[in-house]
T-cell receptor
């Protein structure tokens, strides 16, 4: 079945450093979603990318969807302590079923 | 004014017991889900209902039985609890099933932390 792989598993950065998490799918995706889960919280939708090569920005967050629509990345510029949490990518399989990546846990040292 | 709510927030119980978790959404969504998140944060879908009809049933032991009395509610009953059932269970909802293979944003509840002793 479809697999969505995400790396790295953990990332510890100094506040102000940049952070990137990468997502790769074993199959072509019609779209990809990104979610953020704060420690002790629940996943919260960040964004959906649909078009090949699409790039979207939300303040310090930049999301990219690969040309082949099999990979995606989330880049955070100048991390802040409020960025801590687990970032998940998720790709649709059928219907509204989402297959989630394993997540990247981000810790920010101030 | 919670969009997706779950009860209880915490559940501690003994092996072999039967327990239920309730979920309600006030977003008017057609589709609801149950996810299990293990200690390594891996998020795996268990079930999905669209308008009270079961549409996704992953490889889940039949000790787990979802029930959707109406499209705003999706409950999860677990029989004969085992140690491996300890996890955080999230309910979620989304606007509609997109049969063309696309997907819609999912709204998650706060989670129920289940601990089986």
């Amino acid at each position: 079945g479809q697999q969505v792989m995400q790396i790295p598993q953990y990332q510890h950065v100094q506040e102000g450093e940049d952070f990137t998490t990468y997502c790769n799918s074993s199959t072509t995706l019609s779209n990809i979603q990104w979610y953020k889960q704060r420690p002790g919280g629940h996943p919260v939708f960040l964004i959906q990318l649909v078009k090949s090569g699409e790039v979207k920005k939300q303040k310090r967050l930049t999301f990219q969807f690969g040309e082949a629509k099999k990979n995606s990345s989330l880049h955070i510029t100048a991390t802040q302590t409020t960025d801590v949490g687990t970032y998940f990518c998720a790709g649709p399989q059928y219907g509204n079923k989402l297959v989630f990546g394993a997540g990247t846990i981000l810790r920010v040292k101030s | 004014d919670t969009a997706v709510s779950q009860t209880p927030k915490y559940l501690v119980t003994q092996m072999g017991n039967d327990k239920s978790i309730k979920c309600e959404q006030n977003l008017g969504h057609d589709t609801m889900y149950w996810y299990k998140q293990d200690s390594k944060k891996f998020l795996k879908i268990m079930f999905s209902y669209n308008n009270k009809e079961l549409i996704i049933n992953e490889t889940v032991p039949n000790r787990f039985s979802p029930k959707s009395p109406d499209k705003a509610h999706l409950n999860l009953h677990i029989n004969s609890l085992e140690l491996g059932d300890s996890a955080v269970y999230f309910c979620a909802s989304s606007p509609r099933v997109n049969l063309a293979g696309g997907s819609n944003e999912q709204f998650f509840g706060p989670g129920t932390r289940l601990t089986v002793l």
